[in-house]
């Protein structure tokens, strides 16, 4: 996404049409399209035919995106959960581990980068509780694997907001929701960490449609994403009407929700109250 938003840019700046640019590279408007959205592979070739198309000749900006392009045809870390992955799923994890700052809304669940072990497992079963041990647990191992950008050099900012009914849902039973909320009190002491907590008190709300992710990335040629998952697919909408819509709809939230730090409190409050 990010090399096709950059070439995108080069393309017009110089006034060359998609289809120009699809006659250099011996293909189609469409194909520049798709290239320019991430949504297909690069040749190395093309790139640079395309470099070439757009007037970059110094060496050092060339090597650079000629090397995007490389890494952006490498498998990702995830590519071993293949057999459990849905294809929808595989550019969710590549946009969440390239972001800078995520933001989430959740309201059945607990967000996925904060689930404990066992609560994963619980959720895994809910909608797979057919599968054999090993998938389970294969599956569970990448919800896991997921997590560690949270704790890596450069984490990205994680801001949640979560509804009260997720923090009251006992997924895996008590003893396992209980440890589940524990965790998420040491997470709000993570620096890039922020938990707000809808409350039951607050009435309705504006995201009364459903769960969302709004992603931000440090590269300014790339959009912010907004990810809608749904349960045999994904929405990813990027147009600026839609992420704004979200984006407001985010704000609200916040607005809405409990203090940060309030979080630790109303969830020592849960546990006394459902789970001790």
Known sequence: MLLGAHLRRLREEKGITRGEAGWEIRSSESKISR????????KVRDVEDLLTLYGVEEPAE???????????NNPGWWHRFGDVLPNWFQSY???????????????QFIPGLLQTKDYARGVVLLGHGYAGRAEIDHRVELR????????RVDPPRFWCVVDEAALRRPIGGRAVMRAQLQSLIEHCSLPNVRIQVIPFSAGGHSAAGGAYTI????????????YLEQLTSALYLDKPDDVDEYTASMESLCV??????????????IIDELYS
């Open 215 to 226: 992603l931000r990335f440090a590269d300014p040629d790339l959009p912010d994403i907004v």
């Open 144 to 151: 896991e694997s997921r997590q560690k950008i949270l704790t």
């Open 93 to 107: 994890l590549g946009l969440e581990a390239t972001a800078t700052l995520i933001r989430t809304y959740e309201f």
């Open 35 to 42: 290239l320019e959205l991430g949504r297909v592979s690069f």
């Open 256 to 269: 809405q929700a409990t203090e940060p730090d309030q979080t630790p409190a109303i969830l020592r409050g």
């Open 62 to 72: 060339r090597f650079r995106w000629i090397e995007l392009a490389k890494e952006a």
